[in-house]
């Protein structure tokens, strides 16, 4: 049986909800839609925020033939396949039924384009990557990637500079809420908003819990939908609700000092097939984040756990993690730097470029010291190096 969120699913722009910055009027997707143009991106996004639909929604304005792998279950013979797919025969017929690869992405039977979305393209090693590419350059397939990882760190930066980055976001209340009105279950009021605030922008999350709730109770209530949740029977994607909740675990484990907390949480990762790159990630930027000036050493510490992931992999780089983890939650703590960081950062946002002090300013031609700037620079000033507007502002709150 088709799967509600399926059956749901938007076939056009003017059914989809949500992603206003990339599909409202003017925006770059719509435009690239609406005008059918070809070419190679990225969605970078939580799960269940429409970037499936919106390569379903692009090909389909292409005309485009649509092929959809996902980069856990698929490697380079399913993408050779898809390039040149090998000689097959129509059930029936003697004739050899194949498709020729030309050098312009079109598909020489239908004269349509190749569209390729690749689903969690961030699990494509290094190698898988660079097979893809050359098809990517020469416009054999238009390669449609969709993460939920950083793609500056999961993507090799050959295949990043021929593809658009579009960065989509969680669905806001308002949007969840049109979003499950949609799938034609009545709802109370209390237990809409249960599931808004349950599935935290995750439209997909949102519709399989519904359609769960109503396949075992007969009817979504606040209630019913958490026995719905709590149920043993219910595996959630591992990149949707349980993904979050196990990793903000983790990190607040850590950020309390409890190790044993953040060690059950590192295996129940590592059990769960998560990656072990983006926990050794997560922690690197803990150790800036949370323990800072307090133990400065603690950066080294997560940096060499992180090489060390990549060197040796699981299942042995689990003995890495649970090193640093154990080190880390252990740490004094101190978010002094963080926060000194993003206040700084109000500042720039709301008072733009305020002139630089002209002592500090680089003076490589004679006409710019004849200016003044880097007149009266010394080695060690004692003089506020901020901007005029700024002098006396301590961002860095020390504590004594």
Same mark, same amino acid.
């Given at each position: 049986?088709?799967?509600?969120?399926?059956?749901?699913?938007?076939?056009?722009?003017?059914?989809?909800?949500?992603?206003?910055?990339?599909?409202?009027?003017?925006?770059?997707?719509?435009?690239?839609?609406?005008?059918?143009?070809?070419?190679?991106?990225?969605?970078?996004?939580?799960?269940?925020?429409?970037?499936?639909?919106?390569?379903?929604?692009?090909?389909?304005?292409?005309?485009?033939?649509?092929?959809?792998?996902?980069?856990?279950?698929?490697?380079?013979?399913?993408?050779?396949?898809?390039?040149?797919?090998?000689?097959?025969?129509?059930?029936?017929?003697?004739?050899?039924?194949?498709?020729?690869?030309?050098?312009?992405?079109?598909?020489?039977?239908?004269?349509?384009?190749?569209?390729?979305?690749?689903?969690?393209?961030?699990?494509?090693?290094? @190698?898988?990557?660079? /097979? =893809?590419?050359?098809?990517? %350059?020469? *416009? &054999?397939?238009?390669?449609?990637? !969709?993460?939920?990882?950083?793609?500056?760190?999961?993507?090799?930066?050959?295949?990043?500079?021929?593809?658009?980055?579009?960065?989509?976001?969680?669905?806001?209340?308002?949007?969840?809420?049109?979003?499950?009105?949609?799938?034609?279950?009545?709802?109370?009021?209390?237990?809409?908003?249960?599931?808004?605030?349950?599935?935290?922008?995750?439209?997909?999350?949102?519709?399989?819990?519904?359609?769960?709730?109503?396949?075992?109770?007969?009817?979504?209530?606040?209630?019913?939908?958490?026995?719905?949740?709590?149920?043993?029977?219910?595996?959630?994607?591992?990149?949707?609700?349980?993904?979050?909740?196990?990793?903000?675990?983790?990190?607040?484990?850590?950020?309390?000092?409890?190790?044993? @907390?953040?060690?059950? /949480? =590192?295996?129940?990762?590592? %059990?769960? *097939? &998560?990656?072990?790159?983006?926990? !050794?990630?997560?922690?690197?930027?803990?150790?800036?984040?949370?323990?800072?000036?307090?133990?400065?050493?603690?950066?080294?510490?997560?940096?060499?756990?992180?090489?060390?992931?990549?060197?040796?992999?699981?299942?042995?780089?689990?003995?890495?993690?649970?090193?640093?983890?154990?080190?880390?939650?252990?740490?004094?703590?101190?978010?002094?730097?963080?926060?000194?960081?993003?206040?700084?950062?109000?500042?720039?946002?709301?008072?733009?470029?305020?002139?630089?002090?002209?002592?500090?300013?680089?003076?490589?031609?004679?006409?710019?010291?004849?200016?003044?700037?880097?007149?009266?620079?010394?080695?060690?000033?004692?003089?506020?190096?901020?901007?005029?507007?700024?002098?006396?502002?301590?961002?860095?709150?020390?504590?004594?």
């Amino acid at each position: 049986m088709e799967p509600l969120a399926s059956k749901i699913r938007p076939k056009n722009l003017e059914e989809f909800i949500g992603q206003a910055h990339l599909v409202g009027l003017d925006r770059p997707l719509r435009i690239a839609i609406e005008n059918k143009h070809l070419f190679s991106f990225i969605f970078w996004g939580p799960p269940g925020v429409g970037k499936t639909t919106l390569a379903k929604i692009y090909a389909k304005a292409l005309n485009a033939d649509l092929f959809e792998l996902s980069a856990v279950s698929s490697g380079k013979d399913d993408v050779r396949q898809i390039v040149n797919p090998v000689r097959s025969k129509t059930p029936g017929t003697s004739a050899d039924m194949f498709t020729y690869r030309t050098s312009n992405g079109v598909n020489a039977n239908t004269a349509k384009p190749k569209v390729l979305f690749l689903d969690e393209i961030h699990r494509f090693n290094k @190698a898988q990557q660079d /097979y =893809l590419l050359p098809f990517v %350059e020469k *416009g &054999e397939i238009t390669l449609i990637g !969709a993460t939920t990882e950083n793609p500056s760190f999961e993507i090799i930066p050959a295949l990043l500079s021929r593809c658009r980055v579009f960065v989509l976001h969680e669905f806001s209340a308002e949007e969840m809420s049109k979003i499950i009105d949609r799938t034609g279950v009545k709802l109370d009021k209390k237990s809409k908003e249960w599931l808004v605030n349950m599935a935290n922008g995750d439209a997909r999350q949102a519709i399989t819990m519904l359609e769960n709730t109503v396949n075992f109770y007969g009817k979504a209530t606040v209630e019913n939908l958490k026995n719905t949740l709590q149920s043993k029977f219910l595996r959630f994607d591992k990149k949707g609700e349980e993904h979050h909740n196990t990793i903000s675990a983790f990190i607040k484990s850590m950020r309390a000092s409890q190790p044993d @907390a953040a060690l059950y /949480y =590192l295996a129940r990762m590592i %059990e769960s *097939g &998560e990656d072990p790159k983006f926990i !050794a990630r997560r922690m690197v930027v803990f150790a800036s984040e949370d323990i800072g000036l307090a133990q400065p050493t603690a950066l080294v510490v997560a940096n060499d756990v992180f090489r060390a992931v990549e060197t040796i992999g699981l299942p042995e780089a689990a003995v890495n993690l649970a090193h640093g983890v154990a080190y880390l939650a252990l740490a004094p703590k101190n978010r002094d730097s963080y926060n000194a960081y993003y206040e700084a950062l109000d500042d720039v946002k709301e008072l733009g470029n305020l002139p630089i002090p002209m002592m500090i300013r680089n003076a490589p031609t004679k006409l710019m010291k004849d200016l003044g700037y880097h007149q009266g620079y010394e080695l060690y000033p004692k003089e506020d190096l901020l901007p005029e507007q700024l002098k006396g502002k301590k961002y860095l709150k020390r504590k004594k």
